[in-house]
Every structure is written in structure tokens, then in C-alpha cells.
């Protein structure tokens, strides 16, 4: 069985507040840079995070997800909590995530829910999972519903994905995109959007341009008929499996010095923690996943997804920490790609 991440939330916490100088952790930063540090504003994602069951083990996860999570799944209760908030909160979206989310069991409970409140569904997909035999129906599911697929793709060509997330993973992942392709995603239409989300290679900067686009919608029409409707990029964020890895080759300082030295005003108002609630497994809530997987949880009494108002988040103070570097580092990073 694979084991998790050596290095516990704490631990990791401990290791990027080392990484820096005093006058270097992030909110200092900010007040060296005369900027104040940002408040939560109106709330317009919905962020459920099922759990880290996955079908696939990416060596660049920071949830540590894999097929070894089944116990950290959503309970029944919760979901039913999720289901009452967005009645609740009314986000203009609901974002499913994981681990694999469509491993959940209610994951389509959840979907038909959203979508019934009028939310717009993003589901953040492997691509791999689609070709599980007991899901044989889960893509037209998705495209019946008018799902949003945010899709998993590191690079446009099979060496680099399959050496990020495993053997095989490339033409799997293709035959995925084909299967969307064949139902209508991929060909510009707003109601089956295709999105790919590209990690850049170990210690590199997200660097996406329109070019970049243009070359990998070239790319996988070349080598698969493959298309795709717009394509964004995530910066490896250093936690869990990426910071270990850090950890183990010596380069965790570097590579914060390198995050922090790319700071980027201009990315702090696109941040999605001002405008994204992410609920936990267990129906606990943070200003975002990363937040969530070190186990900072929202700044203030502690809240759960049960009970939280629209009031209590508004204004509310953020929780912020050295790898909050990573989504302000260049372009910026967020779950919807660059925020500057």
C-alpha cells in the first residue's frame, strides 16, 4: 500500500515557515510591500472536497490522494449538509473535487442537486477515471448535466504526463478526451465545457500564454483529434507529496525563495480564497484546499458547513502561511488557472 506523505500538516507548516527569513513569511512580505493583507469577500465557489479516494497516485498531489483513501470519503450526512448549503449560500458555483470525486458514491446526488439550484458544476477530472468499467456512463451523465470538466493534463505528449502520473496514463487520458470529444465537449460550447489544467514540470513556474494554447490545441489535434476548449495552469504547490519531494532533494528553501521572489501584486485580488469556500470531508471549512490539506482551518470560531451564513464569511480574515507564495508567484495560480 502506498504510504502517505512522511511529513505530518504540522510538520510541513514547520518546514516552510523555516524555509524563509522572518522578514521574508508571506504576510510580513505584503506589509514590507506597503499592501494589506486581503479579507474575504462575497462568496461565489462552493468547493467540496469528497475525499482522497483516487484511482490514480500523481507524484505532484497535494491532497496525497490514491486508491489507498477509501476511508477518507464524505459521509452521508455531510453530503446531505452540502446539498442544504447550496440552497443556503446560493454560489453561482459548486466545484467537486478530491481525490477522484466521481468515486464517491453520491457524487451524482450532488450534481443533479447543484445544477437544480441553478449552479454551475465544475468537476475536476483525472480523465482516467472515466474508463473504469462502473463508470462506463459517467461521461454522458456529465454532459447531460452540463458539467464543466476542468481535466488533468501535464503536458501535451506522453513522456512528461506518464512520468508525472504514472505508465500508461497518457493514452488512457486520451481515450478519455476522445470519449468527451464524441459527446460534445471540446467543440466551444458553454453548456460542455473542456478545460485542461497543466502542472509544470518539478520546480518550474507556471508559464501559459495564448501561444501556449494555440501549440497544444495543434499538438493534440495532431497526434490524437483531440480538442479542448481552453487550457490553464496550476503552480506545484509545496505541500505534501511535492514538498516531501522537495524535502528529499534539498530543495525546499530554494524553491520557496524562488516563489517568493516572483511575487506578483497583481495576482492578490484573483486569489481564490476571497471568493471560495472549501468544505472538507468531514464538513469542516478553509479559505481553500491547500489550506485544507495543512489543516488550517477558517480564521475565527470554528465553523462547519452545517451551520456557516453568507454573513459570517463576508469581510472575514484569511489564513495565510508561507505556501501562499505558490498562488501568488508569477502569473498567479488558482483553481481557475492564472489570477493575474
Known amino acids: 500500500m502506498p504510504r502517505s506523505p512522511a511529513l505530518s500538516p504540522a510538520e510541513q507548516l514547520q518546514l516552510l515557515e523555516q524555509a524563509l527569513p522572518e522578514a521574508l513569511e508571506f504576510p510580513q512580505h505584503l506589509a514590507g510591500e506597503g499592501l494589506a493583507l486581503p479579507l474575504r469577500g462575497p462568496l461565489r465557489v462552493l468547493q467540496l472536497n469528497l475525499g482522497k479516494l483516487c484511482n490514480m497516485r500523481c507524484s505532484h498531489c497535494h491532497v496525497d490522494a490514491g486508491p489507498h483513501q477509501g476511508h477518507t470519503q464524505m459521509a452521508d450526512a455531510v453530503v446531505n449538509q452540502c446539498i442544504a448549503a447550496m440552497e ?11 481525490g477522484a470525486p466521481e468515486l464517491h458514491p453520491r457524487f451524482r446526488d450532488l ?8 449552479c454551475h458544476v465544475i468537476d475536476r477530472c483525472n480523465l482516467t477515471v472515466l474508463l473504469l468499467p462502473a463508470l462506463s456512463d459517467l461521461a454522458a451523465f456529465l454532459a447531460r448535466e452540463q458539467v464543466e470538466i476542468v481535466a488533468s493534463l501535464p503536458q501535451p505528449e506522453a513522456e512528461s504526463t506518464d512520468a508525472q502520473r504514472g505508465d500508461g ?3 488512457a487520458s486520451i481515450q478519455a478526451l476522445q470519449q468527451l470529444n464524441a459527446l460534445g465537449y471540446g467543440q466551444g460550447d458553454p453548456k460542455r465545457q473542456l478545460t485542461l489544467m497543466s502542472n509544470p514540470e518539478g520546480t518550474r513556474l507556471q508559464q501559459l500564454t495564448p501561444c501556449d494554447t494555440a501549440a497544444w490545441k495543434r499538438r493534440l489535434q495532431e497526434l490524437a483529434g483531440v480538442q ?7 503552480n506545484n504547490m509545496p505541500i505534501a507529496r511535492f514538498l516531501e519531494q522537495l524535502q528529499r532533494d534539498g530543495h525546499v528553501n530554494c524553491y520557496l525563495k524562488l516563489l517568493q521572489g516572483a511575487f506578483n501584486a497583481n495576482a492578490l485580488d484573483g486569489l481564490m480564497c476571497r471568493d471560495t469556500l472549501s468544505v472538507a470531508a468531514d464538513g469542516r471549512l478553509y479559505d481553500c484546499d491547500f489550506n485544507q490539506m495543512l489543516e488550517l482551518p477558517l480564521a475565527g470560531d470554528a465553523s462547519t458547513i452545517e451551520a456557516i451564513t453568507l454573513e459570517q464569511l463576508q469581510n472575514r480574515a484569511i489564513r495565510w502561511g508561507n505556501h501562499c507564495y505558490g498562488c501568488t508567484a508569477g502569473q498567479g495560480s488558482s483553481c481557475a488557472g492564472a489570477t493575474a
Open 88 to 98: 443556503r449560500l446560493r454560489p453561482a458555483v459548486v466545484d467537486l473535487t478530491g
Open 111 to 118: 450534481v443533479r442537486a447543484a445544477r437544480q439550484q441553478g
Open 169 to 171: 496514463t497518457w493514452e
Open 228 to 234: 479542448f476548449d481552453q487550457l490553464i495552469g496550476l
